[in-house]
């Protein structure tokens, strides 16, 4: 993969495939917040999965390159492209990729990439090197910055029983009366996917913390007639 010329062969086939009907629907969704090209996620994965096969020999340098490069590209398919990547090649990640991932959750932040980056990207990073999670997670905690603080929330969402319910406790302490929508919404996400395996610690953490009705009512979703085992 060479950064620049894959960028390159990637603008010229997206441009082919704009279509200003279906971007401005996209920007609509999404509060007008970016400008699209108006290219449906299956076309545009298969566009780039195309682009992808004529490029060998990847390196961490290209990688982290080319999503840096996607990240500053004005329509927000390539930020979707950048994320499609990453996790594409995540088998090369080093242990310095977490920063490349951290500058991608507070760029040009939304819900669509951030969930994205937290689920698939810091998710799969913190199983490769658990050693990062207390450092990484004790900052982004104290942040700010509130998609860094949902980044803490719900990279764990993939993996069930492997799930730190602890760490997750503790977070949600930290935030449960705060008043940001998203963050709100990730407390109660997390909870609802960890109820899929331990709908007791669920009502535990509720019981114990004073939630925020939106954050109890998303964790609850799929819990109300759930039958506790211990």
């Not at 999404?30 to 996620?41: A, E, N």
């Not at 507070?106 to 990073?125: I, M, P």
């Not at 982004?140 to 929330?153: F, G, V």
Request: glycine share 4%; proline share 2%.
């Amino acid at each position: 993969m060479k950064a620049h010329h894959l960028y390159q062969v990637l603008q010229s086939e997206f441009e082919q495939n704009r279509d200003p009907v279906i971007a401005e629907g996209m920007s609509q969704y999404m509060r007008k917040l970016f400008q699209f090209y108006g290219i449906p996620s299956p076309i545009r994965v298969d566009i780039t999965q195309k682009a992808l096969i004529g490029f060998k020999g990847e390196s961490i340098d290209d990688l982290n390159s080319f999503v840096e490069l996607c990240f500053q590209g004005i329509e927000r398919e390539w930020q979707y492209t950048a994320v499609f990547v990453l996790t594409k090649y995540k088998k090369i990640w080093d242990e310095k990729t977490v920063e490349l991932i951290e500058n991608c959750i507070v760029q040009k932040s939304w819900w669509d990439t951030v969930d994205l980056l937290a689920s698939q990207c810091v998710g799969y990073y913190f199983l490769k090197y658990p050693q990062q999670i207390q450092t990484k997670i004790n900052t982004w905690r104290h942040s700010e910055n509130i998609w860094l603080n949902r980044t803490c929330l719900i990279f764990q969402l993939g993996y069930k029983q492997q799930t730190d319910h602890k760490l997750l406790a503790s977070l949600i302490q930290q935030y449960a009366h705060s008043n940001e929508f998203f963050t709100q919404k990730a407390i109660g996400w997390s909870l609802r996917q960890l109820g899929k395996h331990r709908a007791d610690i669920v009502f535990d953490i509720i019981d114990n913390t004073e939630l925020k009705p939106l954050s109890k009512r998303e964790a609850l979703k799929h819990l109300k007639n759930k039958t506790l085992t211990f």
